[in-house]
Structure formats: structure tokens, C-alpha cells
């Protein structure tokens, strides 16, 4: 490897400044092996390339909700595994059309390279059999291995629908998460400087000694709500990485969207009849009954007889001859009755489970649909009415204590109601997303706007 070596500190500087350049401009890293003559200068180079190597790995962007399912449809490992599932199950339907194969026999005997009896003639014969199926085994076959794949693969865009509803609450969670953060804050800050103009005024002798300390004793709920929600974000971070397929959940991690939620268009029935035609359980329920069908079908193709037909080539001695079998089985007592029998049941139970997945849809839509209207209306409450409210009489207290207008217990209620309606306001609006979320679940439509 090449030495480097240099005359001066600003030598140094202008060698690792250029080199920089050159691979930022290039996008490639240079490899350079170097021998410095003092520690300054190594550690100026390594500088300069943990410079570089940032520059070139930017800050991610905060997802947003859509980039977020979109990012837990492709990468979360549970639906990769479920996508292998359906993949294996759409191969069977390579089996169930296979057709049976030939049989080839070879038989030899008195053969000998012995001349003391050369009256005994040697022989061989080779036969040729295939069994031939009756009854379209094969279409039914065919047919019951197709709608089970159809089964599967909307089976499969049900537990998508989950992951993706559990998406949707898990980035509802950390946004509120943040809200709450955020709130506690600015909270923790402003009420750090409040306590420091009333640290002014007793230690100017304006209010007692008392006061000020129940003042400074309220600062450890402010302190608390802000541990706390720290907490609360890590671990609703750590759990919406999780769903996206992170293997370690990292801190950098990042959204953003609205947390006042929006108005989801009505009406109900429109919705029902939304859910009735892309519900993928309804959809898995109505393949069962073609899957139940098929397989009534198979089994009594299956009672069928097929018979096996067989080609025959003999040589004896210097004599050829062939032949041919047909061979039948006589189905007197097994005629498959008591599959045929079950196939039929399981027909009829399959059509009581499509009804039952029906009224399914309808109870879950109605129910997501109760639930958002209550949660909005409350939200919209918060939204419209009390937050502003709160801190208009926050702003009121707080002019009316520094001014001797009220004792200092109404002054320490008003921040309280502050805190407490503004955390209500934003637990009202997780819900109102948690029900939009499962609104969009019992209809598998996105019904936020």
C-alpha cells in the first residue's frame, strides 16, 4: 500500500478536503490505505470520511399512513409466509391434473447359455398396462384444487386486511404518542417559565413560601407526563416497526399525518353493500361452497369403476405371440357411498356458513359504523368547543392569580382541567381514528378520504 505523508497540518486539510469532494461527486467510496507520521492527522481523515458516509446516507423522510400500509403489505414476514402458502397450495392444481401412469413389465425365464439341453426353449414377454379413469376423476379434481386456491387466496387477503388494520392502529398509537409528547413539552416548558417568574416574586417577597412551593411541587406531574410519553412513543414506535418486518426497531423512526380525524362519507347501507362485495371472508365463505360442491362431484366420480387395460408381446423359443387383458373391478360392495354421503353434508354445512359470513358483514359494518359516529361526534366537541375553552380560562386564571384576583388553588384547577381536557381531545381523537380504521376493516374499502 501506498504511504502518505505530509509537510504540514494544512497540507492535510486541502488533500482530505479534495478527496472528499471527489467521491461526494462521484457516489463512490475511495479506499484509502495511509501511514500518518502523528495522530492529528489520522484522526482528520476519519473525520472527513464519517462526513462523507453521512452525506451520503440522508435522514429518512417520516412515512406517511399510506406509505405505511404500503410498507406492512410488501415487507411484514407473517404475509410473506402466507404468500409461500398460497403459492404452495396453487401447485397442487399441477397434481390434481396429472393423469396415471403406464406400467411396463419385463418377465424372463429358462434363459441359459448352457448347450446340455438345448430342447428347452427360453422366453420373454413384455407388458404394457395404464389405468384408465372414468367419471371425469380428473375435472373434479382439477375443479376442487382451483377453488381451494381461490379459498386460499382470499383467505390470505383476509389476514392482509389484518396486519394492515393492525398498521393502522399501531401508526394511529405513535402519532398520538407524539401528539402527547409533543403537548407534554410544551406543557413542561411553559409551566417551567411560569415557576420561574413566581421564583421572582417570592424571592421578591410577593407571594409566600407556600405558594411557591405547591407551585413547584406541580411541576412533577408535568415532568411525569413527559417521561412518560417518551415511553409511550418508543414503544408504539418499536411495535408499528415490527409490523413493518424491522428487525431492529430503531429510534430514528418517523411519521407523520393529521391527528384530527376526518368525515367518513355515509350512508350505511352503502357501506353494507360495500363490505358484501370485497370482504374477503365472505369472499373465502362462497369459495368454500364451489370447493364443497366440487368435492361432491369427486366423490362420485370416485364410485365409478376404472378399468386397467393391458398389451402383451410373448416370445417363446422362436415363437411370437401377444395378447391383451382388461381387467375390471366389480365395485358390488365398496361403491365410495360413505364419502359420497359426507361430500353432501359438508355441501349443505358450507352453504350455512356462507349465511352466517353474511350476517358477519353486516353486524361488524353496522357496529364500526356506530362506533365512528359516537367517537366523532365527541371528537368534533373537543375539536370545536372545550380545547379552545380551556385555555381560554386557563389564560384567565393565570392573568387573575399574578394580579390577586383568585387564590392559588383555582389558578392550580385551571391548569389541571388544561391538561386534562387537552389529553381527553387527543385520546377522542385516537379513538375516532381507531374506529375509521375499523370502519375500513368491516367494509375492506378505505373509507378516510
Known amino acids: 500500500?501506498?504511504?502518505?505523508?505530509?509537510?504540514?497540518?494544512?497540507?492535510?486539510?486541502?488533500?482530505v478536503a479534495t478527496t472528499a469532494t471527489y467521491a461526494r461527486k462521484s457516489y463512490e467510496f475511495?479506499?484509502?490505505?495511509?501511514?500518518?507520521?502523528?495522530?492529528?492527522?489520522?484522526?482528520?481523515?476519519c473525520s472527513a470520511i464519517l462526513a462523507f458516509a453521512q452525506a451520503q446516507v440522508p435522514a429518512a423522510a417520516p412515512l406517511t399512513l399510506q406509505q405505511v400500509v404500503e410498507l406492512a403489505r410488501t415487507k411484514n414476514p407473517t404475509l410473506m409466509a402466507a404468500q409461500q402458502n398460497l403459492l404452495s397450495v396453487k401447485?397442487?392444481?399441477?397434481?390434481?391434473?396429472?393423469?396415471?401412469?403406464?406400467?411396463?413389465?419385463?418377465?424372463?425365464?429358462?434363459?441359459?447359455?448352457?448347450?446340455?439341453?438345448?430342447?428347452?426353449?427360453?422366453?420373454?414377454?413384455?407388458?404394457?398396462?395404464?389405468?384408465?379413469?372414468?367419471?371425469?376423476?380428473?375435472?373434479?379434481?382439477?375443479?376442487?384444487?382451483?377453488?381451494?386456491?381461490?379459498?386460499?387466496?382470499?383467505?390470505?387477503?383476509?389476514?392482509?386486511?389484518?396486519?394492515?388494520?393492525?398498521?393502522k392502529q399501531a401508526f394511529t398509537s405513535m402519532l398520538l404518542a407524539k401528539a402527547a409528547l409533543k403537548l407534554a413539552q410544551d406543557n413542561l416548558k411553559d409551566y417551567r417559565h411560569e415557576l420561574d417568574i413566581n421564583k421572582?416574586?417570592?424571592?421578591?417577597?410577593?407571594?409566600?413560601?407556600?405558594?411557591?412551593?405547591?407551585?413547584?411541587?406541580?411541576?412533577?406531574?408535568?415532568?411525569?407526563?413527559?417521561?412518560?410519553?417518551?415511553?409511550?412513543?418508543?414503544?408504539?414506535?418499536?411495535?408499528?416497526?415490527?409490523?413493518?418486518?424491522?428487525?431492529?426497531?430503531?429510534?430514528?423512526?418517523?411519521?407523520?399525518?393529521?391527528?384530527?380525524?376526518?368525515v367518513v362519507a355515509g350512508p350505511l347501507t352503502e357501506l353494507e353493500q360495500k363490505g358484501l362485495a370485497a370482504r374477503p371472508d365472505y369472499k373465502a365463505a362462497q369459495d368454500a361452497i364451489r370447493v364443497a360442491d366440487a368435492e361432491v362431484k369427486l366423490a362420485?366420480?370416485?364410485?365409478?369403476?376404472?378399468?386397467?387395460?393391458?398389451?402383451?408381446?410373448?416370445?417363446?423359443?422362436?415363437?411370437?405371440s401377444a395378447g391383451f387383458n382388461i381387467s375390471i373391478p366389480l365395485r358390488i360392495f365398496d361403491r365410495n357411498q360413505g364419502n359420497k354421503e359426507t361430500a353432501k353434508y359438508l355441501a349443505q354445512a358450507s352453504r350455512f356458513s356462507?349465511?352466517?359470513?353474511?350476517?358477519?358483514?353486516?353486524?361488524?359494518?353496522?357496529?364500526?359504523?356506530?362506533?365512528?359516529?359516537?367517537s366523532k361526534v365527541l371528537s368534533d366537541r373537543y375539536n370545536g368547543h372545550y380545547l379552545n375553552e380551556a385555555k381560554d380560562v386557563l389564560s384567565i386564571a393565570q392573568f387573575a392569580y399574578?394580579?390577586?384576583?383568585?387564590?392559588?388553588?383555582?389558578?392550580?384547577?385551571?391548569?389541571?382541567?388544561?391538561r386534562t381536557t387537552t389529553l381527553n381531545a387527543l385520546d377522542a381523537y385516537a379513538q375516532t381514528w381507531m374506529a375509521i380504521h375499523q370502519l375500513s376493516f368491516a367494509t375492506a374499502t378505505e373509507v378516510a378520504p
Open 402 to 418: 399574578e394580579h390577586g384576583g383568585i387564590a392559588l388553588l383555582d389558578y392550580l384547577n385551571a391548569i389541571q382541567d388544561d
Open 91 to 167: 401447485a397442487q392444481e399441477i397434481q390434481a391434473g396429472v393423469r396415471a401412469n403406464p406400467t411396463l413389465t419385463g418377465v424372463g425365464t429358462n434363459v441359459t447359455n448352457s448347450a446340455t439341453n438345448p430342447a428347452t426353449p427360453y422366453s420373454y414377454s413384455v407388458q404394457l398396462s395404464r389405468l384408465f379413469e372414468r367419471g371425469q376423476k380428473r375435472r373434479w379434481r382439477l375443479d376442487t384444487a382451483r377453488s381451494t386456491t381461490d379459498q386460499t387466496r382470499d383467505q390470505y387477503a383476509l389476514q392482509e386486511q389484518q396486519t394492515i388494520l393492525a398498521a
Open 1 to 15: 500500500m501506498r504511504e502518505l505523508r505530509f509537510q504540514s497540518p494544512r497540507r492535510a486539510k486541502n488533500f
Open 200 to 262: 421572582a416574586r417570592y424571592d421578591a417577597g410577593d407571594i409566600g413560601k407556600l405558594d411557591y412551593e405547591r407551585l413547584d411541587l406541580q411541576l412533577a406531574q408535568f415532568e411525569t407526563d413527559e417521561s412518560n410519553a417518551e415511553a409511550a412513543l418508543s414503544q408504539a414506535s418499536y411495535q408499528l416497526q415490527t409490523l413493518l418486518g424491522g428487525d431492529h426497531p430503531t429510534d430514528s423512526f418517523d411519521i407523520v399525518g393529521d391527528i384530527v380525524p376526518p
Open 354 to 374: 356462507e349465511i352466517a359470513a353474511r350476517n358477519q358483514v353486516y353486524s361488524d359494518v353496522d357496529q364500526a359504523w356506530v362506533g365512528y359516529t359516537t
Open 300 to 320: 362420485y366420480a370416485n364410485g365409478t369403476t376404472d378399468p386397467t387395460l393391458e398389451g402383451e408381446y410373448d416370445r417363446v423359443g422362436t415363437v411370437n
Open 30 to 45: 475511495v479506499a484509502i490505505a495511509a501511514t500518518y507520521s502523528s495522530k492529528w492527522m489520522a484522526a482528520l481523515f
